[in-house]
């Protein structure tokens, strides 16, 4: 899908004030709905996505399966708000021996599974607005031994509101960051693979004692 496109900066994938933000999205709603409405904390319109399971109500993108995003910047951000629900997120990509690996995130997990084809891990949000941020070229070195090539697929699931997701080459600092991409109103900075890699670690020591 951007395979082709001169990559560097940021590169936005949803923005919620935007006049079509699902443009390269689709959309699951079974016992739920994924909305625009106004979040009363920043006063502006976000994507909201709630259900009663987290498995049926979710937004993937790109809208065709048979399409993949080819987007090689190796960070992904999204700005999402905490609703205190089950919450989880996946991104797949693809990495130099040409496998396509998937990472999933949830704040209902407590502990990192590394398998062949999959790394699921617990992810804590604060209360209200939050940034996550997700080192993949490092996570997939850390997790797999391997290095990340490019994103291919991201599924945001229920129940969380959204403002928006983006990719970019490096960590921007708040000064840094155009003004469209600020939230201007305290908002907590979440390091996912900082957490992760210590849990990678150990589960990967303790397969070592167990052999």
Not at 102 to 108: D, Q, W
Request: with cysteine; proline share 4%; glycine share 4%.
């Amino acid at each position: 899908m951007f395979k082709n496109t001169f990559q560097s900066g940021f590169l936005s994938i949803l923005y919620s004030i935007g006049s079509k933000p699902l443009q390269i999205w689709d959309k699951s709603i079974r016992n739920g709905h994924i909305k625009r409405i106004t979040d009363q904390d920043i006063l502006s319109s976000v994507l909201e996505i709630m259900g009663t399971n987290v498995s049926t109500n979710f937004i993937t993108a790109p809208a065709d399966p048979k399409e993949t995003l080819g987007i090689k910047l190796p960070f992904l951000v999204m700005i999402i708000k905490n609703l205190k629900k089950y919450f989880t997120f996946e991104v797949q990509v693809l990495d130099d021996k040409n496998v396509r690996r998937r990472f999933r995130a949830s704040n209902y997990q407590s502990t990192t599974r590394v398998k062949p084809f999959i790394c699921t891990m617990p992810m804590r949000l604060d209360e209200g607005w939050n940034q996550i941020q997700f080192n993949l070229s490092d996570f997939t070195r850390r997790a797999y031994a391997t290095n990340y090539i490019e994103t291919l697929r991201v599924q945001i699931h229920a129940n969380c509101r959204i403002r928006r997701i983006y990719f970019s080459d490096r960590l921007y600092s708040e000064e840094e960051l155009p003004p469209e991409f600020k939230l201007f109103l305290p908002i907590q900075v979440i390091y996912i693979f900082y957490q992760i890699f210590q849990y990678v670690i150990f589960f990967q020591g303790q397969n070592k004692n167990n052999s």
